[in-house]
């Protein structure tokens, strides 16, 4: 795994970040991938929305129950988005605004500046979208916080590949 | 980035294997981690879905352009869920049946058989169903083929971790 680029945001701290996508309103973010990969970008402007997968590079490591953003219970990690995780890998379905050579101008981007980019996906309704899902502890308590804090940054942290 | 666990499912090569779990029907797959993560397991049954995040363990070298199975066009590889990509990471919303220790039951898979697996997160409507979003080219030409051919395998494939 290689960085092919960086997601340029205004957020320079997990504190005050969206927490995804659908709550960082009109958040505009650019993408900047390596010359190399601007042959492979063709096509994409058809599509409204993308997913970028990144690098979580600034998450402390993981543990297996977190008190999520948006609930005040322990909850077992893998039912949860947040950053610290085994593989430090997120993903988030922003969307497309321009593609202008190798720069991707993205709105409703929810990830700190100088994030490592991993890939680019189309999103693609008839795989990726299931609005009726039913979805556990977020239904319950959540709608409230919108922003992150600080809990999941490293105590002492400062930049790092973080690549587990 | 290292594998966390396993994917078992009934397709043993890429020819015949489903092109995405909305096209994978009701094809059934466990997800097998290992044993250190079934704590972070806690409160993902209450979700109807879940990510599965993995490695395209089989795909060959990224190319800049590919004609993608539902397509006859050579399209730009970051307009497609081609699995011959720069980082080979894929991502799939399976529908979540059940979880035992730490097996998960998924239908609507659409992964080789023995894929690892890199993570899981859960489903969230909020934040990842978007269903009127304008799909590119997947709009104009899509919906005719639902299995996938071998032109994304390396020519001489074997098992290989393929983490570029």
């Known amino acids: 795994m290689h960085s092919i680029g960086v997601i340029r945001t205004p957020f320079r701290e997990q504190a005050g970040t969206p927490i995804q996508p659908a709550r960082a309103g009109d958040a505009v973010g650019t993408v900047i991938l390596e010359d190399a990969y601007t042959p492979a970008l063709k096509d994409l402007e058809g599509f409204e929305r993308i997913w970028l997968i990144y690098l979580f590079d600034r998450a402390r490591a993981w543990s297996p129950l977190v008190v999520p953003y948006l609930d005040r219970e322990p909850r077992g990690l893998f039912a949860t988005r947040a950053p610290a995780r085994p593989n430090p890998i997120g993903i988030s379905a922003v969307r497309l605004e321009s593609v202008q050579g190798s720069t991707l101008t993205v709105r409703g981007v929810d990830v700190l500046d100088g994030t490592p980019l991993l890939d680019v996906k189309p999103y693609v309704p008839e795989f990726d979208a299931f609005p009726g899902s ?31």
């Open 134 to 164: 039913r979805a556990g502890w977020f239904e319950a308590g959540a709608g409230c916080e919108r922003l992150a804090d600080d809990r999941f940054e490293r105590p002492c942290g400062r930049d790092s590949t973080g690549q587990g």
